[in-house]
Structures are given as C-alpha cells and as structure tokens.
C-alpha cells in the first residue's frame, strides 16, 4: 500500500475512533443537503499549506505529503509544531502563466496541488513561515463542495 495511502487511513482510523485516539479537528462546515452517498458542504474560509509536484497521483503525494508533514512537524522558522487535520487535500494542478505580449495568460497543467488544511486558531499573519520555498500558505475562501462517501484508497477515480 503507497505511504500516502497509508499515512491518510491512519489519520481516517485516528479520527473516527472518539474517545480513544487523538481528536483530528477538520475544516469547519455546515451540511447544507444529505443522501446516501454525499453531502453538499458550506465550508468556512480556511488556511491550508501547500505545494505543487509532478509525477504520478501516488508519487506525487508521497512527494508532497512528506514535504507538507515537515512543515507540521516544525520545519518552518519558528519551529513551531502544527497539529494534522483533516481533510488532506490532492488535485491536478493549472498554473496561469503571464505571457510577454499581450496575449493575456495561458493555463498549462503542472503536476499535482496537495494541501493540508491547517488548525481553524491560525491566520495567515500566525502561521510560521515555512523553510521550504516550495510549500506556500494559501487562504481558501468561503465555498460550497460535495463530500463524497466511500471506502477504500486513494485513486483518481
């Protein structure tokens, strides 16, 4: 089973549990409708961490994954520890590029964006800043998504 894979169960396993494992706060929402199989979410604005990498869905998020759990882990300037939440986040990434005549901006894709919502106490002005350039803080707006009930592991399906 792909580390990714395995990290993301046991972050799953660890919540789900209650009262015998370490609560794992997520983004805060309000379920707007329900059936069987999904839910329509009103999320908060939220913080996350995140970064871009190529390659496949798995080695792009084992890539990632380790890059963003060293940033929690206190690889930033303040060597602050951040506690894991949920959800964990992965997607294809579109990267506008500006073009030198006036064209405008052209979209390419660019690998993949993983995220790790961060801790609802945080800002952007609290967060540490993070060691690594390549993982950048982003302030998600307000929005409204699907969550999709299902068992099993991490595919593009």
Wanted: glycine share 6%; with cysteine; hydrophobic share 40%.
């Amino acid at each position: 089973m792909p580390r990714l894979a395995i990290i993301a169960v046991a972050v799953l396993v660890t919540s789900m549990a209650g009262g015998c494992a370490i609560n794992i706060e997520e983004a805060k929402y309000e379920v707007v409708s329900r059936n069987k199989n999904f839910e329509i979410r009103d999320y908060a604005s939220y913080v996350v961490a995140e970064t871009v990498v190529d390659g496949t869905l798995e080695d792009a998020g084992n890539k990632a994954f380790s890059m963003l759990f060293r940033y929690i882990s206190g690889e930033n300037r303040s060597h602050r520890k951040i506690a894991m939440t949920a959800p964990v986040s992965q997607e294809l990434a579109h990267e506008k590029i500006k073009m030198t005549s006036p064209v405008g901006q052209q979209r390419v894709e660019d690998g993949w964006v993983v995220s790790f919502t961060m801790p609802a106490q945080y800002t952007m002005e609290t967060l540490p800043t993070p060691e690594d350039l390549r993982v950048k803080l982003r302030q998600v707006p307000a929005c409204r998504m699907a969550a999709v009930r299902y068992s099993g592991g991490w595919s593009e399906k």
